[in-house]
């Protein structure tokens, strides 16, 4: 593996950090990490979820004390006890989860905690207005300053969030995961502004699994895998191919062989259903969607689309207002998840930790959860814990999930781990209809690859498959049709074969391109 | 000097065993303190606490009398507790089992205690299980806070008995406020006679151990705990949450009338006002204290046992007011919290 052929002229390094070693009770975060940041460049911060790409930003940021190692800024050694003396070094990071104050205007969320805004006590309000207009003009980060936050849409959440950042006059912005709640066209304007933000003498690090947007936007990339960094390469020497099996350390193709299995019939039906959100307000609107045996029907959307209330709807524990659903002709329109269990809809909720699993359970005691009522893991008033035992087991090893044992509570497991305990639940139903909602979000490449291919198996069953997801590659990979939500409607279904990112990505922002329009019904009297 | 808690790997699990003993060790320090402010020679004040509660026979027995409601409205509140539903209600649970013990106990059903007592078992159970299901359905029904609920029952419960006591029930014989003595078929059979000592107490004891397998081996005991840990994903995966909670309230409530039923069946032989030293609020103590853990309830309802009866002892030979009791309590279950804190955290102290 190439080591550090650095593109840069020898000058003096913005960021040097040696030697860096984090230690979270038995996992290694951090382990003798080096990492070299100049001026004007972006580097990408690449690896699995878990590599410790996030913990080595913590620390660069204040959040957390490096258990050894040295941190150098502009060649003088600094020990950062909080954010607040990592910004005085001129470093700044936007976390994945905005840290914004709801009902706080774009300018108080920007000038908080900074005593420049408010001279001798008194905040100069039309003075920070200016600057930070100023700011949002320059870099093209555009946002209404008097604006209350909870107003916002989430790619200007995260502008408000750089410009937070940018106002403190930083040097080097780290931006974690920045594109992971964006659209592909806020995601496009975001680099713009990353390559002004560089002209304009910043340095910037991109944490990212994404491989696509790493090789669009850095110079070069450092990857980490185990809290290891395992090297570096140029952006202009290197593969999608070759950084994708540095992050995972194997040639692991994951792009999934499509079989094609014919099966006839439709399998699940929705028939016009309306559903309202937690506020009341209507999520689904009047949506109808027909799902055959044998399909995995992907379902695009921007997040807060209506998707979640779908799901939920679907799943059992949010009600349907308006309209009915179907199941192999048999109507299964709000009935209790028990039923849909026992009629043969596995659901694999999007929030796996909150609706998924009894995290304070062990394997065992969560697998049975659907079936514990069943012979032979009860009799009468009590549980047959041997057999339950043994159920666990055999779906441990058959899902692959990496465990000390059955007896192991849920949470002590890593998120891929976590997501095979729900998965092994819900496929060893043997389900006809499987509900997947995000089903690989925060998981590493690995465990990617494993749901994706549970999914196909389960399709070459002839099961069908509805796959609710944000991330269009995935999609575009995974599903033989793709469906795009919209404000809580189908803006159109267009074929995987067909689909491209720009077709979905205008479909995902309520645009009605023509094209996909037209096709819509013709796909769909394929499909069907 | 910065204090921060850390988190740490679970200890070991007799290291973890140990913790309550360390608890109890530090709330005596600190009791010490107590004791010792009012001039008292601390040493041979605690070990009058431990002659008082266990050092005859008699002692030994007025203890596990004392134990015996502490047990049942312990494990009532740990059943409860389990499942979240925060059942502050033990004392009006408790007055309603020693309400039906009081009717069912003056009815003459049967002249042999075999079918007499059973009944007024029952009674009692179901009497305290469905004061209990109200607020649990309130809970359930318009999501009414069960802290609250359960709490304000417990004064409607006691100034409904009182008004009963004051009205139909008063004695005719002597004419005071309590209820007319139950028949002798009623009177819960002694065990090691003579003395007061009853079968209440195996009662506890059987109660505390199907509680375990409640909890462990039953299918109820798999929803409540499912329930009590995440109702979102237990309903998700298809679990009946509000009919968990209408039954895990129902149990916990009975069993606080069940430490009822053996106050009125077993020590006084009739209904009266003060039938419970606030044994309704022990038991939220004593079922933290157990970390809720029904063989655990056993142990700390023993424990505040002794502590209640040899700090009666105590204050007879020294003078140190009785109170030093709920001193000494209260300390146990502030210091066995601390301790179940750092059984998951450790202290980092870092001088900065």
Redesign the interface.
């Known amino acids: 593996m190439p080591e550090n052929n650095s593109p840069h002229i020898p000058t003096t390094p913005l960021v040097e950090m040696r030697g860096i070693c984090k230690q979270f ?2 996992v290694k975060a951090g382990d003798h990490v080096d990492l070299t940041i100049y001026p004007n460049e972006i580097v990408g911060l690449l690896g699995e979820n878990g590599a410790g790409k996030t913990t080595l930003m913590k620390i660069l940021f204040g959040l957390y004390q490096p258990d050894s190692g040295t941190i150098m800024v502009e060649g003088e050694e600094v020990s950062f006890r909080s954010p607040l003396d990592a910004i005085h070094h001129g470093i700044g990071m936007v976390h994945q989860h905005f840290n914004l104050v709801e009902h706080h205007s774009v300018v108080e969320n920007i000038i908080i905690g900074d005593k420049k805004s408010s001279p001798r006590g008194i905040v100069d309000y039309r003075g920070a207005k200016n600057r930070i207009a100023e700011l949002s003009e320059r870099y093209g980060l555009e946002v209404d300053p008097s604006a209350e936050v909870w107003q916002l849409s989430v790619g200007e959440k995260q502008r408000v969030e750089i410009l937070k950042a940018l106002y403190r006059d930083v040097k080097l912005l780290i931006l974690d995961e920045p594109t992971a709640v964006l659209t592909p066209q806020e995601v496009t304007k975001l680099f713009i502004t990353l390559e002004q933000l560089v002209k304009h003498g910043l340095s910037i690090v991109f944490i990212s699994h994404k491989l696509n947007e790493v090789m669009e936007v850095t110079n070069r990339s450092i990857i980490l895998r185990r809290g290891k960094r395992i090297g570096e390469q140029k952006t202009s020497e290197t593969t999608k191919e070759k950084l994708a099996a540095m992050m995972v350390g194997t040639d692991e193709s994951f792009v999934l062989q499509k079989k094609s299995v014919e099966f006839q019939g439709e399998i699940l039906k929705i028939d016009s259903i309306t559903v309202k959100n937690d506020m009341g307000l209507v999520a689904v609107k009047n949506l109808s969607l027909t799902l055959n045996k044998g399909i995995i029907l992907g379902i695009a959307g921007v997040s807060g689309n209506g998707q979640r209330e779908l799901a939920e709807a679907l ?3 949010r009600h349907v207002e308006n309209g009915r659903i179907t199941m192999e002709g048999n109507e299964i329109t709000n009935w ?3 039923n ?2 026992e009629a043969g809809m596995a ?1 694999i ?1 999007e929030d796996r930790f ?8 062990n394997i065992a ?1 969560n697998l049975v ?2 079936k ?2 069943q012979p032979p893991f ?1 009799r009468g ?3 047959s ?1 041997p057999k339950i035992m043994e159920n666990a087991e055999k779906l441990i090893e058959e899902f692959d999930i990496r465990a000390p044992g059955a007896r192991t509570t849920t949470h002590a497991l890593s998120g891929g781990n976590i997501q095979k305990v729900l998965l092994a639940r819900e496929l060893s139903m043997d389900p006809t209809v499987v509900l997947a909602a995000q089903p690989t979000r925060g998981l590493d490449i690995g465990a990617v690859s494993f749901v994706h291919r549970l999914m196909e198996d389960e399709r070459e069953k002839g099961k069908g498959i509805l796959f609710i997801s944000e991330d269009l590659d995935e999609l575009l990979a995974v599903s033989d049709i793709i469906a795009v939500m919209y404000e809580g409607e189908i803006m159109g279904i267009v074929s995987a074969e067909e689909a491209t990112k720009e077709k979905l990505g205008c479909l995902m922002m309520g645009i009605k391109d023509s094209s996909p329009l037209e096709n819509q019904e013709e796909v769909r009297a394929n499909a069907v | 000097m910065q204090f921060k808690l850390v ?3 679970p200890l070991t699990l007799w290291k973890r065993a140990l913790l309550p003993v360390w608890a109890i060790l530090l709330a005596f320090l600190i009791s010490g303190i107590f004791i010792a402010v009012t001039g008292t020679n601390v040493p041979p004040a605690f070990w009058l606490i431990f002659k008082g509660s266990l050092g005859s026979r008699f002692a030994f027995l007025e203890t596990l009398i004392k134990m015996t409601p502490m047990c049942l409205t312990g494990l009532a509140v740990t059943i409860a507790f389990r499942a979240k539903f925060w059942n502050i209600g033990a004392e009006g649970q408790l007055y309603m089992g020693a309400m039906a013990a009081a009717w069912i106990g003056i009815l003459p059903l049967s002249s042999s205690p075999f079918i007499q007592v059973p009944v007024i078992i029952m009674a009692g159970f179901v009497a305290g299980g469905l004061l209990a299901l109200f607020p649990a359905w309130l809970k359930v029904k318009f999501k009414a806070d069960d802290v609250v609920t359960t709490l304000m029952l417990n004064y409607v419960v006691i100034f409904l008995m009182r008004a009963l006591l004051d009205g139909v029930w008063r004695d005719p014989i002597s004419g005071w406020p309590h209820s007319p003595s139950i028949i002798p078929s009623a009177i819960f059979p002694r065990l090691l006679p003579p003395g007061r000592f009853h079968i209440g107490f195996l009662i506890a004891i059987a109660a505390a151990v199907l509680c375990f397998i409640l909890l462990k ?6 929803r409540l ?2 329930v009590g ?2 109702p ?9 949450v509000k009919r968990t909670l209408l039954a895990t309230a129902f149990i916990s409530g009975g069993l606080a009338g069940l430490a009822g039923v053996g106050e009125v069946c077993g020590m006084q032989f009739y209904l009266i006002d003060g039938i419970s030293s606030d044994y309704g609020y022990y038991g939220v103590a004593i079922a933290m204290l157990a970390n809720l853990q029904p063989l655990g309830v056993i142990l700390a309802s023993f424990f505040f046992a002794v502590i209640f009866t040899g700090s009666q002892t105590m204050s007879r030979y020294t003078g140190v007011p009785v109170y030093i009791s709920d001193i000494m309590q209260g300390l146990t279950l502030i210091t066995m919290l601390m301790v179940l804190l750092l059984n998951r955290y450790k202290i980092k102290i870092s001088r900065k």
Do not use: C, H
């Not at chain 1, 609706?355 to 359970?361: A, D, I, N, P």
């Open positions: 009770l038995d799943g059992g524990v209790s998840p028990a849909l269990v659901r909720p909150r609706l998924g699993l009894v995290m304070e359970f005691e959860m659907e514990y009522q009860s008033l009590f549980m814990w | 988190k740490r790997p081996y039953t299918k109820l005991g798999y705990r499912a840990f995440n979102q994903a237990s309903r998700y995966g298809g679990i009946n």
